[in-house]
């Protein structure tokens, strides 16, 4: 079967880093996304990686490693707006997209 | 403006009854996908569209179904054998070549009583 595997929760202070791991397992990948998601709201595109590495978009950046079948994305400066659900997500060669569960980005004061 | 239109936003429905949800965009995209999510739960793909008059069944494509008689709309019916149908559907556009973003719509929260 397909799927991806994020941790539900994760908790950081204002300010600080954090990194949100995703492991996937899926038949014809072909990319690693990542959605930003606010309570009641539709998820937004954050970052996408269709090859190993690193990029880098303002506060955030998101890393895959094919031979892994592994990819994170990190939050810097976290600001209170930045509390969310976070979601990785797979596309394959025919075009499926599918989504992990999510992680709940808690940021205290 | 551009962009990917749902409606309504919330939807009553009673239960036996079949009911379609409408997904529309004017972004010229040609994938477009429906998902489930359900309070506290990832999204799960219920159908998906790569062209005009042609669908590809997503993970839990059972009691739903679909058509793609044009570009623009990508309609999603819930039929009464949906056992559990409450949910959040969002449905979302990509232009289907290596460029990976998909736009999502805000949404309809449909119950059925």
């Known amino acids: 079967g397909q799927s991806l595997e994020q941790p539900s929760e994760v908790t950081a202070v204002e300010g600080a880093i954090v990194q949100i791991n995703c492991t996937y397992q899926?038949?014809?990948?072909?990319?690693l996304s990542w959605y930003q998601q606010h309570d009641g709201g539709a998820p937004t595109f954050l970052s996408y990686?269709?090859?190993?590495g690193l990029e880098e978009t303002g506060r955030f950046s998101s890393f895959l490693s094919r031979s892994d079948s592994y990819g994170y994305l990190l939050l810097q400066e976290l600001q209170m707006k930045d509390s969310a659900s976070y979601f990785c997500?797979?596309?394959?060669?025919?075009?499926?997209?599918?989504f992990g569960k999510g992680t709940r980005l808690h940021i205290l004061p | 403006d551009g962009g990917i239109t749902q409606s309504p936003k919330y939807l009553f429905r009673k239960e036996g009854q079949n009911v379609t949800l409408s997904c529309e965009q004017n972004l010229n995209h040609d994938a477009m996908y429906w998902y489930r999510q359900d309070p506290g739960q990832g999204l799960r793909l219920i159908y998906y569209s790569q062209i005009v008059n042609d669908f590809q069944k997503g993970d839990i494509a059972e009691g739903y179904s679909v058509s793609r008689e044009k570009k623009e709309s990508f309609p999603l019916t819930v039929t009464s054998a949906q056992k559990n149908p409450t949910a959040f559907y969002l449905c979302?556009?990509?232009?289907?070549?290596?460029?990976?973003?998909?736009?999502f719509g805000p949404g309809t929260r449909l119950t059925v009583l």
């Open positions: 899926t038949s014809g990948f072909y990319g």
């Open positions: 979302a556009s990509r232009t289907g070549r290596t460029y990976n973003e998909q736009f």
């Open positions: 997500a797979a596309l394959n060669r025919d075009d499926k997209i599918i």
């Open positions: 990686n269709g090859l190993d």
